[in-house]
């Protein structure tokens, strides 16, 4: 653990758990609402949270990056582990690990994703942006490390993470620095691999979820939720008059369709006081590419951070309203659940630990 000094919390970042809280107090008060069995649930995964936010922040990860690879070979091991062992939890697909005499499971394809972040960092940290930006032989290098997760969480299978991780690490490859001849050929190569991925990779539900998406009629989940959404008006409706969510007809309002009930409650503009919060939260996390130029670590990690936030938020937010085919994507810490919780505690707690540390070695 880190020997604490005042100077240290000087560089603690702030804005981020002050943009975070707001949305873990209205997402509280909405399960709340709905369910108070949930709600006191909700409250234990925000006690783990917060209990494990502080150990990983006075942990010393900065003066042991080099074992980060040691855990992302960890977790890919249990990911193979996962395809000849896994349970299938009665949903069909092997996702999830069995915990032996402890009647517990975890699905490690959610815990890889802070280590898959750090993975990329230690690799931008470790083989710095030429000018000019990565070539074609850095490029596969980084390749390697997120395609092999890709496909073993695909395989499971698990769509939805796959993509979110595979878009994660070109994203955060994209604003650090590529040369543009690469982008255009993978581009080129994607719209010619099209149609046999569609054929031959996504699974016949995959394909009925697109279908249904295409479709002139949204799905039944999709109506219930822009009825749930009209019906909030500018300002929303009290808790007895939302009856979308009180008579059930809105589908997991607590989790996936999180966001329609939140319209519903609070109108349109609780839903734009939220957009905003991740907005800015977003916005902060990208700034660091600005005012942190040499610390290569912190900047990779943050924008793998914000990159995630933005596409769980907005394949969540798209998905309520008709614009995207409904998948098990959870509002970032805003849908009820400790696994997607717990996974952004940790996301941040890395991320407040490599900012608030970073210049722990020139206090002695």
Do not use: C
Not at 148 to 170: A, K, N, Q
Not at 277 to 306: Q, R, W
Not at 343 to 361: C, G, K, P, S, W
Request: net charge positive; charged share 10%.
């Amino acid at each position: 653990m880190y020997i604490l000094d005042k100077r240290v919390f000087s560089h603690f970042d702030f804005v981020s758990i002050a943009l975070v809280l707001p949305l873990v107090a209205i997402s509280y008060q909405l399960v709340g609402s709905i369910s108070p069995m949930l709600a006191s649930k909700q409250i234990a995964y925000y006690s783990v949270g917060f209990v494990l936010f502080f150990f990983i922040l006075l942990l010393p990860i900065r003066r042991f990056v080099s074992i980060i690879p040691f855990f992302y070979w960890i977790n890919i091991i249990l990911l193979v582990f996962v395809k000849f062992y896994g349970s299938t939890q009665g949903m069909g697909a092997k996702r999830w690990i069995e915990v032996p005499l402890a009647g517990m499971t975890f699905q490690p394809s959610e815990l890889f994703k802070p280590v898959f972040l750090l993975m990329l960092a230690y690799l931008i940290h470790k083989y710095p942006k030429p000018k000019g930006g990565y070539t074609l032989k850095q490029f596969t290098i980084f390749s390697s490390y997120i395609l092999l997760p890709f496909v073993l969480i695909l395989i499971e299978p698990d769509l939805g993470t796959s993509l979110v991780l595979l878009l994660v690490g070109y994203g955060v490859l994209f604003v650090v620095g590529v040369q543009r001849k690469i982008w255009i050929g993978i581009l080129l190569v994607f719209a010619i691999a099209s149609p046999y991925i569609y054929t031959n990779i996504i699974k016949d539900y995959q394909k009925k979820r697109i279908e249904d998406f295409l479709s002139k009629e949204p799905s039944y989940q999709v109506r219930q939720s822009i009825i749930a959404i009209g019906s909030g008006g500018f300002l929303g409706q009290g808790v007895e008059d939302a009856t979308q969510t009180k008579l059930k007809f809105l589908p997991i309002a607590t989790s996936d369709f999180i966001f329609s009930y939140l319209v519903e409650r609070f109108g349109f503009l609780g839903a734009m006081a939220v957009l905003l919060l991740y907005m800015f939260l977003i916005l902060h996390l990208l700034s660091f590419n600005i005012y942190l130029k040499e610390y290569t670590l912190v900047k990779a990690f943050a924008t793998g951070t914000a990159i995630l936030i933005f596409l769980n938020m907005s394949v969540n937010i798209l998905m309520v309203i008709g614009l995207a085919p409904v998948v098990g994507l959870p509002l970032p810490m805003f849908s009820y659940g400790g696994s997607s919780f717990i996974n952004y505690v940790v996301l941040f707690a890395i991320l407040e630990n490599l900012l608030t540390f970073r210049f722990q070695d020139s206090y002695g």
